[in-house]
């Protein structure tokens, strides 16, 4: 069983900083690609940043030069360090892992349970 644990959200106000963590644990063979999704209330999911296992990143452009992902592979962690934070930034930000968890498994989508951010104006 893959479990995938967030913390580090919380209340800031705008211009203000968080940096959100995902350890993922259980049976873990491989890890693909690690990333942060997030959902404003009435919106649809949407993906933040994603870091591939050989280091390559991607941003929606929304945050391009604000939020910086990285990875620590030893610990099977990603974080994702938010600078700048704007009002708009406000939604429950959710960790995704692709991964294989064994060896005889292909690879599988897991997510965490999400944690809230909200950037006060």
């Known amino acids: 069983q893959v479990q995938l644990v967030e913390s580090g959200g919380g209340l800031v106000q705008a211009g203000g900083s968080l940096r959100l963590s995902c350890a993922a644990s259980?049976?873990?063979?491989?890890?693909?690609?690690m990333g942060w999704y997030r959902q404003a209330p009435g919106k649809q999911r949407e993906l933040v940043a994603h870091?591939?296992?050989?280091?390559?990143?991607n941003y929606t452009d929304s945050v391009k030069g604000r939020f910086t992902i990285s990875r620590d592979n030893a610990k099977n962690t990603v974080y994702l360090q938010m600078n700048s934070l704007k009002p708009e930034d406000t939604a429950v930000y959710y960790c995704?892992?692709?991964?294989?968890?064994?060896?005889?498994?292909?690879?599988?989508?897991?997510w965490g349970q999400g944690t809230q951010v909200t950037v006060s104006s």
């Open positions: 259980g049976s873990i063979f491989s890890i693909n690609v």
């Open positions: 870091i591939i296992s050989g280091g390559t990143t």
């Open positions: 995704n892992a692709i991964l294989r968890p064994s060896r005889w498994e292909y690879l599988n989508d897991y």
